[in-house]
């Protein structure tokens, strides 16, 4: 059995600890209001054994608050009284410097928390240690200056969670849909160098690619590009290899007719668009942004995005070249093709590819080939969100963050350069849980619940007030988000919808669970669910008139977050079955991963509770290995068109690098109870020998998860 120790690091749980730290503070009290040695040793055990039943690593935090409660229980209450004082006393020495130690167990690479907190970063390498070391730095100066006291303490109690606090001292937002057609048709500035217009296509992608480098290391959430930006500079290649072909034969002394040329000179921009891609393809994936990780990018594909004619059938050339090259995948250091976490794609489903006979039905078909083998592309339905959204089809930015719709001084719809300013979560089986299931207590406490969340979500708008454009100027001066000027600040930019600000939610199942005694699938308590959703957008809606700020419900990707919050349930309320009896909490308004429903019941289900988290909302299902059964994908892909905004299909694509095993690998629990991947075929545990690639939060993940995400990961069923 483990602990995870105050700096983050992994050790062995040793029983006599407690017993010592138990005597120390019995021997300051009287001989009369002492324990007796065999009640010492009772109470060690009860705290092992309660350690053991979590299934789980527990902190030393938690293991202290269990033999503070083991001693109240006996009654010994000199004894508590002494051992509370040990710990604060403690605590003041450890705050005077609260990030030595977890900087130094990082540099080891012995911060067992810190390792598993992002499934895209590998934390042996140098610039991710020297990104999670400023962090710390960042954690600590917001917790002790930048925050409310009441703000930190919701947080650390897992009651909010205040998104991304190691980059709040830095004025960064979170993510934003890049502007590219600006950047690429006037022209942009990178790393103090002008760059002009391109003059073809694998140019432009060249740029896309540093661009999309330079804006990750300004902000710290995920960003979208797209493929209709790209595609204009496809004929530009195409004029320019017909003046290119006609003067090689005229050097040469050849007739060729212009059919012949045109030909020619088609050969030579497919070819063109086959690098161009490629340089996206690879240079995302290589890319190492500030932050020691290939930038979390979003690639749009929607072919409604360009008029009708040659335009929409260059994108759709290089879309068709981007799902090919996807389906591909990249090789490892074993030189064996891999699923890579980046680019994230999203294709839209529209009349012309969703059904067959359609104009673009083979790059449909296409698209399903490369999710049933690479997790991606995700799909979008044009029908569904254009009702849900004004008229309007966009993508997300980054995995799952959608804007509110906004339009320009000139009456039309804007959504390219703009962003999100951040995220604060707020935990609603803890709602649930503190009400004792008191419905009008539950109600209370939410709102309670909801204005620390404004105040917290009002830190992140302040602390972006007053930036000015030349912290990151090519988000803020050279287009990608705005040409402001030098020096200008960035606040018109908070306000009237141009960007939003996010509520973020998580354990809705859960929560309706401990209120309703069912989950929020069953008809009888749907209506609760609903009802919470409803409160959620009533108060952004309340706080968006006071304001002029536009707030909007997020239907937060838990990633790590989702062990943090389910270890403090377990903390401030105990094993509760059904609520806090796993290491994780669903994420959103999902189903649970456990809960046995077919994938067409959950996507219907759940097209309901997208409407009700506009500002943020990806659902999905769980499949087998479907590469020989592209039709029922392909069936699945046409009911999200008909019945779902926004879902992904979630397979499985991974390799062991010992025995050459391409199967699914799959967790299983070690001896000392802690979950581990292991590969069926030879045995594996080691996990630098493994490429497994998993859906976790929107994005895929490729470095592994935290025991609570991996045991959510080990719990789902199939919905195909």
Same mark, same amino acid.
């Given at each position: ?382 029908? %569904? =969100? *254009? $009702? /849900?959204? !004004? ?8 995995? @799952?963050?959608?804007?509110?719709? #906004? ?124 009802? %919470? =959703? *409803? $409160? /959620?957008? !009533? ?8 304001? @002029?700020?536009?707030?909007?419900? #997020? ?130 545990? !080691? ?34």
């Amino acid at each position: 059995m483990k602990i995870i120790k105050r700096s983050g690091t992994e050790a062995a749980f040793d029983m006599s600890k407690i017993v010592g730290a138990v005597e120390k503070a019995n021997m300051e009290v009287v001989e009369t209001e002492r324990l007796t040695q065999e009640q010492i040793r009772e109470i060690a055990k009860k705290v092992t054994i309660t350690c053991s039943s979590m299934n789980r690593a527990c902190n030393v935090e938690e293991i202290q608050d269990m033999v503070e409660n083991e001693i109240m229980e006996t009654q010994a209450f000199e004894v508590a009284r002494k051992y509370i004082t040990y710990r604060y006393k403690r605590a003041l020495v450890r705050k005077a410097n609260s990030t030595d130690k977890q900087i130094l167990s990082l540099i080891e690479c012995n911060n067992e928390e810190v390792k598993q907190e992002n499934s895209n970063k590998n934390p042996v390498v140098n610039s991710v240690q020297r990104d999670y070391m400023a962090g710390e730095v960042s954690k600590d100066i917001t917790k002790r200056f930048l925050l409310p006291d009441h703000i930190v303490k919701a947080h650390e109690e897992g009651i909010i969670h205040f998104h991304d606090s190691d980059y709040f001292a830095q004025h960064m937002h979170n993510c934003c849909l890049v502007n590219l057609e600006d950047m690429l048709q006037n022209g942009t500035v990178i790393s103090e160098t002008m760059i002009d217009r391109p003059k073809s296509f694998s140019t432009a992608c060249n740029i896309a690619t540093q661009s999309i480098a330079q804006i990750a290391s300004s902000q710290y959430g995920g960003q979208s590009i797209t493929l209709s930006h790209l595609a204009p500079f496809v004929d530009v290649s195409r004029r320019k290899y017909l003046k290119m072909v006609q003067e090689e034969y005229e050097e040469a002394g050849l007739s060729i007719d212009e059919e012949q040329i045109a030909k020619i000179a088609e050969l030579r921009v497919r070819e063109e668009i086959k690098r161009g891609v490629q340089m996206i393809q690879y240079q995302v994936i290589t890319l190492m942004t500030t932050n020691g990780q290939a930038p979390f990018v979003t690639v749009f594909m929607y072919l409604d995005e360009v008029p009708e004619g040659r335009l929409r059938d260059d994108l759709a050339m290089v879309i068709e070249e981007m799902l090919r090259q996807r389906i591909l995948g990249v090789k490892n250091e074993k030189g064996v093709y891999i699923t890579p976490a980046f680019p994230k794609l999203i294709y839209v489903l529209e009349e012309d590819n969703v059904r067959e006979g359609a104009k673009y039905w083979e790059l449909t078909r296409l698209a399903a080939a490369c999710t049933a083998k690479r997790m991606v592309p995700d799909f979008i339905s044009e029908k %569904v =969100m *254009k $009702r /849900l959204k !004004d008229g309007n089809c966009y993508p997300c930015m980054g995995c @799952r963050s959608f804007l509110t719709v #906004y339009h320009d001084e000139e009456g039309r719809p804007k959504f390219y350069g703009r962003f999100n300013q951040g995220v604060v979560t707020l935990n609603l089986v803890d709602v649930a849980c503190s009400s004792d299931g008191d419905m009008d207590r539950f109600w209370e406490i939410l709102d309670e619940r909801l204005s620390l969340c404004y105040e917290a979500l009002m830190c992140r708008h302040e602390r972006l007030k007053g930036t000015p454009s030349d912290v990151a100027p090519i988000l803020w001066q050279y287009g990608a988000l705005a040409r402001l000027k030098k020096g200008e600040t960035i606040d018109r930019l908070l306000y009237d919808g141009y960007s939003t600000i996010s509520l973020g939610y998580a354990g809705l199942c859960e929560c309706t669970r401990y209120m309703t005694g069912h989950s929020h699938t069953n008809p009888e308590s749907t209506p609760f669910a609903v009802e %919470v =959703m *409803k $409160r /959620l957008n !009533d108060a952004c809606a309340k706080w968006a008139k006071q304001t @002029r700020i536009a707030f909007s419900i #997020y239907g937060t990707p838990l990633e790590s977050t989702t062990y943090k919050f389910a270890k403090c349930l377990q903390k401030r309320f105990g094993i509760i079955e059904g609520v806090t009896d796993r290491n994780y909490i669903t994420n959103s308004y999902h189903v649970h991963v456990a809960e046995k429903i077919n994938a067409f019941d959950k996507l219907s289900f759940e097209a309901g509770f997208q409407e009700l988290s506009p500002g943020g909302a990806v659902s999905y299902v769980e499949v087998p290995n479907m590469q020989g059964n592209l039709d029922a994908v392909l069936s699945v892909m046409q009911y999200i068109y008909d019945n779902i905004m926004y879902a992904e299909l979630n397979t499985k694509s991974d390799y062991c690098q010992k025995c050459g095993y391409d199967g699914e690998i799959r967790i299983e629990e070690s001896a000392d109870g802690k979950l581990v991947w292991r590969c069926p075929s030879c045995g594996n545990t !080691d996990e630098t020998t493994m490429n497994v690639a998993r859906r976790t939060c929107g994005y895929i993940g490729t470095q592994f998860w935290n025991q609570g995400r991996t045991q959510e990961i080990r719990e789902r069923v199939l919905h195909l």
